[in-house]
């Protein structure tokens, strides 16, 4: 049988909520799976920790950094074929610095950032989800700039984990205002909810 090496593949965000089926998937795949991730301190907590464990068990490795070391960043992507950010919200403008180190390995097959949500090019929902979605897109006209192959990933929202995180029933009762009739038919429903 044709021996075909896989591509190797590096994942910023790789300990987050995604970002641990993307690292289980790509191990499973058969990739050199490496994870980009913020050094465990003394401050880490113990579900971290047992991430870095689990992960280093799966024969992950685990590259300890900041988005703003970018030396370390091209010197590491010199080493990869496939890159996948799996950022949270509050970084994904810190994905510049990973295309800007991108375009100086001038190496990388394919890089997906961090979308896994809604298609942010078609859809204009409510100001404060529209700012979110404007930051996604400054992202991904950034990765078109830079002549990198990519693939962008809608994939729709999970209803129960944003359920749980607007509506946090675990918390005391808040008031919720539903826009329209209530009778609207869709399953992005969150898009229409203005927690007060
Ligand atoms: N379709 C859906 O329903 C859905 C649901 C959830 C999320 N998403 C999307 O998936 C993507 C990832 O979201 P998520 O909830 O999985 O992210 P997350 O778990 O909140 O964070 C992912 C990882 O980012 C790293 N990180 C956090 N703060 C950082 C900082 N200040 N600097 C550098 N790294 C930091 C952390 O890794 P380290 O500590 O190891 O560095 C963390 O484990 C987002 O684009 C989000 O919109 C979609």
Known sequence: MENIELSKILIFGGTGYIGK??????VSSGHKTCV??????PQSSPSKIQIHQEFQAMGVAIVEGELDEHDKLVSLLHQVDVVISTLPYPQV????????????????????????GI??????????????????????????????????????????????????????????????????????????????
């Open 93 to 116: 403008l810190a994905q510049l610095k990973i295309i800007d180190a991108m375009k100086v390995s001038g190496n990388i097959k394919r890089f997906i950032p961090s979308d896994f």
């Open 36 to 41: 980009y991730a913020r050094p465990i301190t």
């Open 119 to 196: 298609e942010e090019d078609r859809v204009s929902p409510l100001p404060p989800f529209q700012a979110f979605l404007d930051k996604k897109r400054e992202v991904r006209r950034a990765v078109e700039a830079a002549g990198i192959p990519y693939t962008f990933v809608a994939a729709n929202c999970c209803g129960a984990y944003f359920v749980n995180i607007l509506l946090r029933p675990h918390e005391q009762p808040r008031d919720i205002t539903v826009y329209g009739d209530g009778k609207a038919k869709g399953n992005c429903f969150f898009a229409t909810l203005f927690l007060s």
């Open 21 to 26: 089926f993307m690292v289980k998937a790509s």
